[in-house]
Nanobody, 121 residues
Framework: QVQLQASGGGLVQAGGSLTLSCAAS????????LGWFRQAPGKQRELVAR???????TYAEAAQGRFNISRDLDKDTVTLEMNSLQRDDTAVYYC???????????????WGQGTLVTVSS
């Protein structure tokens, strides 16, 4: 069973920085991408950033220029560096692992438990 363990959330003042980390464990097959999503109260879950197995990143417009995502395939980890945080960044952040598994079609998604980021005004 694949499991994702996220950490790094907390309380930070506007303009500050936080770094989120996620480690995957279990029987992991071909990795398509690693990424971070977030969900604010009353809103839908949205993509923040993702990075492919070969290192190509994708950022949401709100994260572009402020956040940086990186991954270590040898350790099955992904890190999200968040800078210049704003009140609108307040949300529960979820780690995502997208893989290809034997005998299963398409891409399979695994999710972490979520870590809360609160940005004070």
């Amino acid at each position: 069973q694949v499991q994702l363990q996220a950490s790094g959330g907390g309380l930070v003042q506007a303009g500050g920085s936080l770094t989120l980390s996620c480690a995957a464990s279990g029987r992991i097959f071909g990795i398509n991408s690693l990424g971070w999503f977030r969900q604010a109260p009353g809103k839908q879950r949205e993509l923040v950033a993702r990075v492919t197995s070969y290192g190509s990143p994708t950022y949401a417009e709100a994260a572009q220029g402020r956040f940086n995502i990186s991954r270590d395939l040898d350790k099955d980890t992904v890190t999200l560096e968040m800078n210049s945080l704003q009140r609108d960044d307040t949300a529960v952040y979820y780690c995502n692992l997208a893989v290809v598994e034997p005998d299963r079609p398409g891409i399979v998604d695994y999710w972490g438990q979520g870590t809360l980021v609160t940005v004070s005004s």
